[in-house]
C-alpha cells in the first residue's frame, strides 16, 4: 500500500500516435509548431487545430514557471510525455508516491465531430497506455479514453481496458451534445458498474460549441466557465435526475475542479428534494459513491465536517501539466499544512483513492 496520486496526466506526443494499426493511420494528428512561439504546440486533427495548446518547456523553463507560481511544478519533457518511463517513476519515488492515475491531455477538449477519427485515436491511446502500464511495473494506472461517438466501439475499447491496467473511465460533463445524464450513456455505465470502473469526470469539455462560447472578450481562454464550471453542474444533474438509483454501483469523481464548491451544490440538492418527511441523508456523496479532489487551499477540515465526510476526498499533482493547478508536492503538503490529523491524511491520499479508483 502506499500514496495514490489522483490526478495526475499524460501529455500526448508523436509516440502516441505509432500505436494506430496501419488502416488508421490516415487520422494521424499533424503536430502544428507557430514561427512565432517554439514553447506551444497544437494538434491538428481533421484539418483543424484540435485541443488545449501542448506545452514544449525544458526543465529549466518549468523551474522558472515554479518560482512564478510559487509551487514545485519541475519535470522534464521525457516524464511528462512518458518517452522515460523509468523517469517517471523514479520521480514518482522522491514524491512518496505508489501510484499515479493518469488522465489524457489532448481529449479534455473535443478532438473531432467523426466517429470513425474517435475511435482510431482513442483506440491508440489506450493502446499506448496499456504498455506504460506493463512498463511500469503497474505504478502507472489509466483511465479509459474511450470513442463515445460510436457506443459499441467505446464498450469493446471498454474491455481491452479492463484487461490492460485501465481503472476507470475519463469523461467530461459535456460531451458533445449530451450531458453525463443522457440515457445514451446508461449502457456504459452498466458496463462500468459491472466491472468495477469508476467514472472520472475531469476539469473538461466536450463540447466545442460551449468552449468557443465563452472565450474572453479579447479570444483569450476563460478556464473557469469554458471548463471547471461544468463539473459543478454535472454532480447536481447526476444526484438531481437519479444516476445512483439507477447504478447503486457506481462511483464519480470530481477531477481538478478543487473541492470548495460542493457545499453549494449539496444546499441547492437539499432546496430542491429535501422533503418534511424525506430529508436527504449527511453522508449523501458517500452514500451516492461520489468522490472529489481536493486542492491546496481548500478548507478541508470544515468540507470534511460540514458535508463530505472522510471518506470523498482524495488530492493530486497534475503531473504533466505546467499550470496554476500544478503541485507535485500536493500529498506532502496537505499533510504539513491541512490541519488535519495523520489519520486523516491517509484517507485522503490513500484509501479513498484505492475506494475509488478500485485499486488493491
Known sequence: MGWVDADAHVVESPLTWTYLTPAEKKFRPMLFK?????????????????GLFRFTFSKEDVDKKSTVFGRDMSTTMA????????????????LGID?????????????????????ALCGAYNRWMAHVWKESQGRLRWMATLPLLSMPDALDQLKFSKENGGCGIFMRPLEGARQISDPYFFPLYEQAQEINFCIGLHQSNGSAAAVDMMVNPDGSRDFFNQYRIFNVGALFRIINCGIPKLFPKLRFGFIETAASWVPWVVYELRRRLDKVDSRLPDDLLERVGIFVTCQIGDDVPYLIKNCMGENTL??????????????????????????????????????????FYGLA
Not at 35 to 49: L, S, T
Not at 99 to 119: K, M, N
Not at 332 to 342: C, F, M, P, R, V
Request: glycine share 6%.
Open 34 to 50: 507557430p514561427e512565432d512561439d517554439n514553447q506551444r504546440a497544437h494538434w491538428v486533427i481533421d484539418g483543424k487545430i484540435r
Open 99 to 119: 501510484i499515479q492515475i493518469l488522465y489524457p491531455s489532448i481529449f479534455l477538449d473535443q478532438c473531432t465531430e467523426r466517429a470513425d477519427t474517435e475511435v
Open 79 to 94: 516524464a511528462r510525455d512518458l518517452a522515460d518511463v523509468a523517469a517517471r517513476v523514479k520521480h514518482m519515488d522522491k
Open 314 to 355: 482524495m488530492i493530486g499533482t497534475d503531473y504533466g501539466h505546467a499550470d496554476s493547478s500544478t503541485k507535485l508536492s500536493a500529498l506532502s503538503t496537505l499533510k504539513e499544512n491541512g490541519g488535519i490529523s495523520a489519520a486523516m491524511h491517509r484517507k485522503i491520499v490513500e484509501d479513498n483513492p484505492r475506494a
